[in-house]
């Protein structure tokens, strides 16, 4: 990606608790705008953008068992994280607090993760197919524009939602990102010796927690671009499947807060539309929060961990 893009994701840490202030004090003209009907528009656009740009990369430096291995991967942090998680939520009895928010519609609802799915696999094929050197450029200032429609957006619905009770579950998203990577962590022990990687490098692939810029270079660094290749794909798969199991388990009938240590890091930024989308404002909320707080982990922990 380039400069660019990575601007803006460090800076998201400082510009989306301003959005969200500003969505707090014009709270009535921004409800009045109903800037929530627009996410699942956003959620969209930044789901197909980031499969044609996974597609391009996978059709031209991956092999086939980096690929099977990834998927595993992926699909052990995922659920050794919920594992973890699960009950947290059932102890603060948290279930109350989500509910499905897509244009009101229950229809909608149940649509939502086909649409995606559908967006996701057309994503990924166009990027297997159509490999001009010249859209990698349009490409990255694509998703620096989503990203900043993201920012705004999201800021400013959650902003204009906050209030004394909504903080008050603030404190859950903490929990739930402890848990969640420390779930996230035993997989990678699992898949250690199951998979025979080396112990910390397996540690550093599952608890990359959806932060494929991040894990991926630095795995690179330290056990060279096989192992480093399959951390990024582990991690932007796990940040892929948040859009989809999210919304098909709420619609499953299963609302649980706990849903937030899916998306790992993710919850912060790319994935927060769908916790908003379907688990409500103070879903949202929390979301963010455990997305926070792994962001501010995990650039001093897995340095350490892949060192022991």
Avoid: C
Avoid at 21 to 38: A, D, E, M, T
Avoid at 46 to 62: C, D, Q, R
Avoid at 114 to 121: A, D, F, K, P, S
């Amino acid at each position: 990606m380039t400069s660019i893009v990575s601007l803006i994701g460090d800076l998201f840490l400082v510009v989306f608790p301003i959005t969200m202030f500003i969505g707090y004090i014009l709270r009535n003209r921004i409800k009045n705008l109903r800037i929530s009907n627009y996410l699942q528009y956003v959620v969209m656009a930044l789901i197909f953008t980031m499969a044609f740009w996974a597609g391009n990369i996978v059709a031209s430096n991956y092999v086939f068992y980096i690929i099977i291995y990834s998927i595993i991967y992926a699909l052990f942090s995922i659920v050794t994280s919920l594992v973890f998680t699960i009950p947290i939520g059932l102890i603060f009895n948290s279930r109350h607090a989500l509910e499905i928010r897509v244009n009101n519609d229950g229809k909608t609802g149940m649509r939502l993760p086909l649409i995606l799915l559908t967006i996701l696999i057309i994503g990924w094929l166009l990027g297997y197919y159509v490999r001009y050197k010249s859209i990698n450029y349009y490409i990255n200032y694509l998703i620096t524009l989503e990203l900043l429609i993201l920012i705004l957006v999201i800021g400013l619905d959650i902003g204009s939602s906050i209030n004394t009770s909504l903080l008050m579950q603030g404190y859950l998203g903490i929990i739930i990102a402890i848990t969640s990577l420390l779930g996230s962590s035993i997989s990678g022990l699992i898949l250690h010796y199951l998979i025979k990687i080396p112990l910390t490098a397996s540690l550093g692939i599952s608890m990359g927690m959806g932060w494929y810029s991040l894990v991926g270079p630095l795995l690179s660094v330290r056990f060279g671009p096989a192992i480093g290749t399959l951390a990024f794909l582990t991690n932007f798969l796990r940040e892929q499947l948040t859009y989809l199991l999210v919304p098909s388990i709420v619609v499953a009938g299963f609302r649980n807060v706990t849903l937030v240590s899916i998306g790992g890091a993710t919850s912060m930024d790319d994935t927060l539309p769908i916790y908003r989308l379907y688990m409500g404002e103070t879903g949202g909320f929390i979301a963010f929060v455990s997305g926070f707080v792994i962001t501010m982990i995990l650039p001093e922990l897995l340095p350490y961990v892949i060192t022991l």
